[in-house]
Each structure stands twice: as structure tokens, then as C-alpha cells.
């Protein structure tokens, strides 16, 4: 048997043992999803504190049940480890790492480089690799296929094999997880992209095989980048509308009233979360290489990432026509979770929003259920979530919704503000008959 087909039938009687590089939002469900398909898997991370709460069965990501990391753990069938030389055991190996911008715009690879340079002392024939961290085209290509398996002379598509299959997570959501969202799957090699798709198809329910790593990789970016510019499209719609004095969300819902040739967005604060504000500008990088612009992207990115200017001019004038400067007002943010009902402020518009308040002399606090806690990584200020939320709303100058968590009360809300700036719709109809709120 060649070295594929020994590798493929490993992999479908669930004998080859599995490696996940990074155990964070995207590579803890994923570890998960596979042992509970019957595969041994290690996940491997530097931070210890994870490694720890790991070991202890408990789980730090709200996707991952702790019962669940915990019967795992119990079972044998789940460890975790800072020590990348178990690598060298490994017949399959998922890179789960963040792959963040900088601030100057430009790709963050050093979690990939780093991954990809421990993983590089380990090779070993017979093995797979599946990059899942969302990056540039030509990034598997370019990149890991020139230095994994290069230091042990093995050849490509014959002794191992590596392929794309971007994450697809969304935090919070119940009804498409890890298991049920189809996974796509394209491989440096026809042989890559077979022994691959083998291993994925034996815990995920549908993968969708593509004929290259670019195709996969692009497909990614086509998805977020779709989401960015929609939603930049509706963010200047709300500006024209408040601008023309008519409901941008009235308008919204009649145009998605047609059954066909139309799909609902709605306009917000600005981008968050570890995928929609950041993967678009990674082509937009890569094309730049080509002196192609990326015309759509660069004003859709223009747009959204001024709206949270626009949310503090809006709550600015707001206080003007209350007799009130923002300067030395009371404003208080509810929500910095990117979005609702989660714990992850990645990207939140929100700290842009209260960065830009602090900036303008006014006395800003928040408000989070799920966050107690914030640090802004470049201004360095941090702030902690009120305990008294509704005492907090009664001596506010205005309430800034930032994010529409189901747990607030909004109807008391309102009955107790003096007046609200609320950019998500979370008022509905219930701000059309108050004077006190205002909506983006």
C-alpha cells in the first residue's frame, strides 16, 4: 500500500492519533468535534492557563460545554499539552492560530510562522497538515509547503500530504456549529486535498472538496468580504437616511419584504469579531502584490470603520439638543461584546466608540454581562463593568447601546434614561414614541 492509502485508512478507523495547534475559539470546538468521532486528539497551545483548565476538564470557550472537555478528558480520548514535541507521534496535525492585523494594516503571521516552525522539527512520513487559520491566498502554498517537510526530504502528495480548509465559527450560534457547517477542503495536490477531506469527513458532516489551497483559501474571503460590504453598504445608508429625515430601519424592512433578489443586512456601531473586520483587508494586502485595488473592500472598510465616529458625533448632537456638551457628561455604554450574547470583544466596535468619548472629556463607563472586565491593548486604558446597572442608567447623561444583549430590559431602560443613542435597533418600536431615544 502506498503511503496515502496507508494514511487514509488510519484515518477512517479512526487509529491515526490527531494534533490541533492553537485551542481557541477555533481549535477547541474542533478538537472536541473530532474525539467525539472517535479520534484520540491532542491539542497543543503555549498558554499554560489553558492547558491547565484543560487538564482540570473545564472549558474557558462558551461554544465548549465544560461536561463535555471533561468526559473527554475522563475518557482518554482528549489531552492537551504546551510540549510541541509530541508532534513527532502525530498522524494528523490542524493549525488553529489567530492571524490578526497589524496596526499598520498589514498581515500578522507570526502565529502561523511560529506553528509552522515547531511543526516543521517533528515531520515525519505518513503525516497530513490542514491549515485552518484564516489568511491571504496562497498563503499554504507560499509559505508551509516550502519549510514543512523540506528539512526530511519528503515529497509532497507521495510521504505527506497538506491542504486549506478555512474555520467557519461563529460564536453563539446554536443552530450551525463545528459538526453541521459544511467544511471546504482544498489541497496543494490532488493526493493532499483526498487524504484530507478523508480525515475531516470522518467527524464533520459535509466537506466540500475544492481543486486547490487557493480556491479554499479564497472562498473564505469571499464570504467575509461579501458580509464587510454589505454591511458597509447599510452603514452609508444609515447616514443618507438620518440625512434625508427617514427611518433607516423602516426602510430596511420593507425592502426585505420581497421574497427574492434581496438579502437583509442592518447597519451598526461598526465591525467587530476575529473575522469580518480583518480577513477582507488580507486580500486587499495580497492584491496590492499585483498593483490590483481592491476598490469595494478599501471603501467598505473606509466606511465601517468610521461609523463609531459617526455613533459619537450622533450621541453628540443628541446632548447638544438637550442643552448638554459631551464634554463632562455621564455616558454609558451598554455591551462591548462584538456582538450579542457573547463573551468575545474582538474588534468591538465599542472600545472605538468609548476610546473616542474619553477622547472628547466625557465620563464614560459600560456595562457587560458577559465582560467584566476591559483593556485597550494600544491607548492602555481599562475599565470594569458596573454592578448597579439600572442606578448606573438613572445618573447617565445618555445610554450608548453598543450591543443588544437579550438580557437587558430595554422598556426600563428607556423608562429610566434621560435619553438614549441606541445603534442596533434594540429599542424598536418601543423609541418611536419616546422623545428620549434616538436611533442610528
Known amino acids: 500500500m502506498s503511503t496515502k492509502e496507508v494514511l487514509i485508512k488510519k484515518l477512517k478507523d479512526k487509529s491515526a492519533k490527531i494534533a490541533v495547534l492553537g485551542l481557541g475559539y477555533v481549535g477547541l470546538p474542533l478538537s472536541v468535534v473530532f474525539c467525539e468521532a472517535g479520534f484520540h486528539v491532542t491539542g497543543v497551545d503555549p498558554d499554560q492557563r489553558k492547558i491547565d483548565a484543560l487538564a482540570e476538564g473545564k472549558s474557558y470557550i462558551p461554544d465548549v460545554k465544560t461536561e463535555a472537555v471533561e468526559k473527554l478528558v475522563a475518557a482518554g480520548l482528549f489531552t492537551a499539552t504546551a510540549d510541541f514535541s509530541i508532534l513527532k507521534e502525530m498522524d494528523a496535525v490542524s493549525i488553529c492560530v489567530p492571524t490578526p492585523l497589524r496596526q499598520t494594516g498589514d498581515p500578522d503571521m507570526s502565529f502561523i510562522i511560529s506553528a509552522m516552525e515547531e511543526l516543521a522539527k517533528y515531520m515525519h512520513k505518513g503525516m497530513v497538515v490542514v491549515l485552518e487559520s484564516t489568511t491571504y491566498p496562497g498563503t499554504t ?9 523540506a528539512e526530511k526530504g519528503l515529497t509532497i502528495g507521495e510521504d505527506w500530504f497538506l491542504a486549506f480548509s478555512p474555520e467557519r465559527v461563529d460564536p453563539g450560534r446554536e443552530d450551525y456549529t463545528t459538526i453541521n457547517t459544511p467544511k471546504v477542503m482544498g489541497g ?37 468580504t461579501f458580509r464587510m460590504i454589505n454591511i458597509g453598504l447599510v452603514n452609508e445608508l444609515a447616514i443618507m437616511c438620518e440625512r434625508l429625515n ?28 476575529h473575522c469580518i473586520p480583518i480577513d477582507p483587508l ?45 464634554n463632562g457628561s455621564r455616558a454609558l455604554v451598554l455591551g462591548v461584546a462584538y456582538k450579542p450574547d457573547i463573551n468575545d470583544v474582538r474588534e468591538s466596535p465599542a472600545l472605538d466608540v468609548i476610546g473616542l468619548l474619553r477622547q472628547k472629556g466625557a465620563l464614560v463607563e459600560y456595562h457587560d454581562p458577559y465582560i467584566p472586565h476591559i483593556h485597550h491593548e494600544y491607548d492602555g486604558w481599562q475599565m470594569d463593568s458596573l454592578q448597579d446597572l439600572m442606578k448606573s442608567v438613572q445618573e447617565a ?15 426600563k431602560i428607556i423608562e429610566n434614561a434621560k435619553f438614549v443613542f441606541d445603534s442596533r435597533n434594540a429599542t424598536g418600536k418601543l423609541g418611536k414614541s419616546s422623545a428620549k431615544v434616538e436611533r442610528l
Not at 488580507?282 to 481592491?294: I, P
Open 282 to 326: 488580507y486580500l486587499s494586502w495580497k492584491m496590492k502584490s499585483f498593483n490590483y485595488n481592491a476598490r469595494f473592500i478599501e471603501l467598505a472598510s473606509e466606511i465601517n470603520t468610521n461609523m463609531p465616529r459617526y455613533v459619537v458625533s450622533r450621541v453628540m448632537e443628541g446632548l447638544n439638543d438637550r442643552g448638554k456638551a459631551l
Open 397 to 411: 447623561d445618555v445610554v450608548i447601546i453598543i450591543t443588544n444583549h437579550k438580557q437587558y430590559d430595554f422598556p
Open 188 to 224: 496543494i495536490t490532488e493526493a493532499c486535498g483526498e487524504v484530507a477531506t478523508a480525515w475531516y469527513e470522518g467527524a464533520i458532516k459535509i466537506v466540500h472538496q475544492v481543486s486547490t489551497a487557493e480556491a479554499a483559501e479564497m472562498s473564505k474571503l469571499l464570504e467575509n
Open 246 to 273: 427617514v427611518d433607516v430601519w423602516e426602510v430596511i424592512d420593507a425592502a426585505a419584504s420581497k421574497p427574492f433578489g434581496f438579502m437583509k443586512f442592518t447597519p451598526g456601531p461598526g465591525l467587530g469579531g
Open 141 to 149: 502554498r507560499e509559505l508551509l509547503l516550502p519549510t514543512l517537510g
